[in-house]
């Protein structure tokens, strides 16, 4: 019954901003540790962003730095991923998960939605 749905994605130009949004059900986002990893063809599942189940800490992954941002909208039961001046290298199927306690490691994660495309081209 848990249940978690990524939207905001799309096609954008180098330079340009997306944010992601992913909708839980079955579980409250408050009490969950939030995080957002991407994967591309060919490569390792990789650890973008994550907060903490209050808010009050957040990582981010060497891809991202300066340029991704993680936070919650509990009173939506949403999470959301801000990315600016996107890349190339950016492109992606991007996937939210939740978890008990933050951490950076994919296999950590319980609950995983299906994923969104993001794709970064001129």
């Known amino acids: 019954q848990v249940q978690l749905v990524e939207s905001g994605g799309g096609l954008v130009e180098p330079g340009g901003s997306l944010r992601l949004s992913c909708t839980a059900s079955?579980?409250?986002?408050?009490?969950?540790?939030l995080a957002w990893f991407r994967q591309a063809p060919g490569a390792e599942r990789e650890f973008v962003q994550g907060?903490?189940?209050?808010?009050?800490?957040?990582y981010e992954g060497d891809s991202g730095k300066g340029r991704f941002s993680v936070s919650k909208d509990n009173t939506k039961n949403t999470g959301y991923l801000q990315m600016n001046n996107l890349k190339p290298d950016d492109t992606a199927t991007y996937y939210c998960a939740t978890s008990e306690y933050l951490d950076m490691v994919a296999n950590s994660y319980e609950y995983w939605g299906q994923g969104v495309q993001v794709t970064v081209s001129s």
């Open positions: 079955g579980l409250t986002i408050s009490n969950y540790a």
């Open positions: 907060i903490s189940w209050n808010g009050g800490v957040t």
